[in-house]
T-cell receptor, first 116, second 112 residues
Framework: DAGVIQSPRHEVTEMGQEVTLRCKPI?????LFWYRQTMMRGLELLIY????????DSGMPEDRFSAKMPNASFSTLKIQPSEPRDSAVYFC??????????????FGPGTRLTVT | GDSVTQMEGPVTLSEEAFLTINCTYT??????LFWYVQYPGEGLQLLLK???ADDKGSNKGFEATYRKETTSFHLEKGSVQVSDSAVYFC???????????WGAGTKLIIKP
């Protein structure tokens, strides 16, 4: 399996611009998570989906952030408008509730976002 | 609420030294416990896990034992290598929902 795929790997944008991060989970996985990682705040869960339905978005920092999962193989995280404090590494992870690996979250390589 | 506390880093050791990274937790019930590792420029990956008290998880020479009496899950390795340099995260799954509760991470630096 190719693992969790994220794009782009790096994104540099100017303040005020819209940013869209993309994620393809592992085929067959039924949970998808979006995380943000910064030096100051560590690893933060932003939102997670089960079978394409958002379950908990309490970690989404502001209304500027939105996430969608239109189907089982694709999810987006959008920031509009972006601000310098959004600069971070954004990770997508997926997991499967059933089976022997039910506890394990598989992470993508991350998208490093820089907002100038 | 549920929480995980890890020792602060960075932890700097010489190659072949003995490693301990402390992790303690607060949780109701009987959570599952995990160690994840993040190598530079990569996402996190599961290193080992333990699902009940007194279980020992092990992988790649690393070990951790689920100690309910001390609410701890310390990570150990007998002889570290330069390639073990990474950030290590302790986490728990409380069963009450499907979120992992993460520690802050401990950066490990191994010098040749």
């Amino acid at each position: 399996d190719a693992g969790v795929i994220q794009s782009p790997r790096h994104e540099v944008t100017e303040m005020g611009q819209e940013v869209t991060l993309r994620c393809k989970p592992i085929s067959g996985h039924d949970y998808l998570f979006w995380y943000r990682q910064t030096m100051m705040r560590g690893l933060e869960l932003l939102i997670y989906f089960n079978n394409n339905v958002p379950i908990d978005d309490s970690g989404m920092p502001e209304d500027r952030f939105s996430a969608k999962m239109p189907n089982a193989s694709f999810s987006t995280l959008k920031i509009q408008p972006s601000e310098p404090r959004d600069s971070a590494v954004y990770f997508c992870a997926s997991s499967l509730l059933g089976g022997p690996t039910r506890y394990e979250q598989y992470f993508g390589p991350g998208t490093r976002l820089t907002v100038t | 609420g549920d929480s995980v506390t890890q020792m602060e880093g960075p932890v700097t050791l010489s190659e072949e030294a003995f490693l301990t990274i402390n992790c303690t937790y607060t949780a109701t019930g009987y959570p599952s416990l995990f160690w994840y590792v993040q190598y530079p420029g990569e996402g996190l990956q599961l290193l080992l896990k333990a699902t009940k008290a007194d279980d020992k998880g092990s992988n790649k020479g690393f070990e951790a034992t689920y100690r309910k009496e001390t609410t701890s899950f310390h990570l150990e390795k007998g002889s570290v290598q330069v390639s073990d340099s990474a950030v290590y995260f302790c986490a728990l799954w409380p069963y009450s929902n499907y979120q992992l509760i993460w520690g802050a991470g401990t950066k490990l630096i191994i010098k040749p």
